[in-house]
């Protein structure tokens, strides 16, 4: 019963390193996302996907890039990292909110740590 | 654009108390609302989801209500517990193409013995 992975957990990076976080889902979910999390800010919608091959922005996408060539994995690139990008990011899944006989009730993963210095 | 606030922001509370957190939203084209609850350092339990047609959820010693019309939630603790204490974090999911989720700031409980 793995629910919504996240890796790693923690991580930090030098300025100008890019990496990738990974979410993988396994409750054959349409919709993914991700989101930050920063002190005072609350969680913010970085990037979204309604279904494998289908991706948007969210309030806060300048900096990170995603892809959605499956419905189980739906990663997040930061391109060129920055201190700006020091957070705690989250993967969410739920069913797509027209799926209305399986509910929408949205899953978190565990979160990753990331600081840039 | 979706706001979410919350209310209050910080409580505490000595042990048994009952205990209500209090949700507001801007925009009542929601599709549902759902309460999570989030420890220091962990990610994000669901606690409750309300549908926008539902009035009402209840699980164990939680209670969450949802007044669409006039954008509010609130989550009713009974009798409240140490291991209560947390962030409570709520959100909306926008009925529109993205369905995406608003979140509040969240309110941290602190349930003293």
């Known amino acids: 019963n793995a629910g919504v992975t996240q890796t790693p957990k923690f991580q930090v990076l030098k300025t100008g390193q890019s990496m990738t976080l990974q979410c993988a889902q396994d409750?054959?979910?349409?919709?993914m996302s991700w989101y930050r999390q920063d002190p005072g800010m609350g969680l913010r919608l970085i990037h979204y996907?309604?279904?494998?091959?289908?991706?948007d922005q969210g309030e806060v996408p300048n900096g990170y890039n995603v892809s959605r060539s499956t419905t189980e994995d739906f990663p997040l690139r930061l391109l060129s990292a920055a201190p700006s990008q020091t957070s705690v990011y989250f993967c969410?899944?739920?069913?797509?909110?027209?799926?209305?006989?399986?509910?929408?009730?949205?899953?978190f993963g565990q979160g990753t740590r990331l600081t840039v210095v | 654009k979706q706001e979410v606030t919350q209310i209050p922001a910080a409580l505490s509370v000595p042990e048994g108390e009952n205990l209500v957190l209090n949700c507001s939203f801007t925009?009542?084209?929601?599709?549902?609302l759902q309460w999570f609850r989030q420890d220091p350092g962990k990610g994000l339990t669901s606690l409750l989801l309300?549908?926008?047609?539902?009035r009402e959820q209840t699980s164990g010693r939680l209670n969450a209500s949802l007044d669409k019309s006039s954008g509010r939630s609130t989550l009713y603790i009974a009798a409240s517990q140490p291991g209560d204490s947390a962030t409570y974090l709520c959100?909306?999911?926008?009925?529109?193409?993205?369905?995406?989720?608003?979140f509040g700031p969240g309110t941290r409980l602190s349930v003293l013995p």
């Open positions: 969410a899944s739920s069913y797509g909110a027209l799926v209305k006989s399986t509910g929408t009730e949205a899953f």
């Open positions: 409750m054959n979910h349409e919709y």
């Open positions: 996907s309604v279904g494998a091959g289908i991706t």
């Open positions: 925009d009542s084209a929601i599709y549902n």
């Open positions: 309300i549908q926008s047609s539902q």
């Open positions: 959100a909306v999911r926008e009925d529109n193409y993205g369905q995406n989720f608003v």
